[in-house]
């Protein structure tokens, strides 16, 4: 009985490499058939409604990743999207329209240098722990560090949290 009403931990390492393959796929693909963009936002609509619903009411997180998957799937995302800018300046240049072709070899430059401030705003920070901020309690520290990296309202930790009561 015990098993039964124990929530099941979510297997990010199941999912994630999943969505990040139809990413792949609906990008790249969207090139040569374009029917394939309203599948993969119908997959990623219901997954995101799907989700949210599972991660508020039934899964319990069992362990921290410390944001660990977050980088490395961002990191493909970016692969993808440049493998896409790729094949659609491919496509183009053979289908006989080499100015539209020519106009967007700008896109994969443009998106190694918003990946590589990426990097260097969100990675770097999240890799290397300031020493100050080891000392504090976690609670504290998350704060702290939410605001160093400067976060949108609605991801920023909330302010007089307290369980203790």
């Given at each position: 009985r015990r098993e039964v009403l124990t929530p099941p931990d979510f297997r990010f390492g199941e999912h994630?490499?999943?969505?990040?393959?139809?990413?792949?796929?609906?990008?790249?693909y969207s090139v040569i058939n374009p029917l394939?963009?309203?599948?993969?936002a119908l997959f990623f609509g219901l997954g995101w409604v799907v989700m949210k619903q599972k991660f508020t009411y039934v899964h319990v997180p069992l362990h921290e990743g410390e944001g660990f998957l977050w980088s490395k799937l961002v990191n493909r995302m970016v692969a993808s999207l440049?493998?896409?800018?790729?094949t659609f300046i491919g496509l183009l240049l053979l289908k006989s329209a080499p100015i539209q072709g020519m106009l967007l070899i700008p896109l994969p430059v443009i998106t190694i240098y918003y990946y590589r401030i990426?990097?260097?705003?969100f990675l770097e920070p999240a890799d290397f722990l300031p020493i100050d901020m080891c000392t504090q309690d976690t609670q504290t520290a998350a704060a702290a560090f939410a605001a160093a990296l400067i976060l949108p309202p609605f991801a920023s930790p909330v302010a007089g949290?307290?369980?203790?009561?």
């Open positions: 994630g490499p999943r969505h990040l393959l139809v990413f792949l796929v609906g990008c790249v394939i963009l309203p599948l993969a440049i493998l896409f800018h790729l990426w990097i260097h705003r949290n307290n369980e203790g009561g």
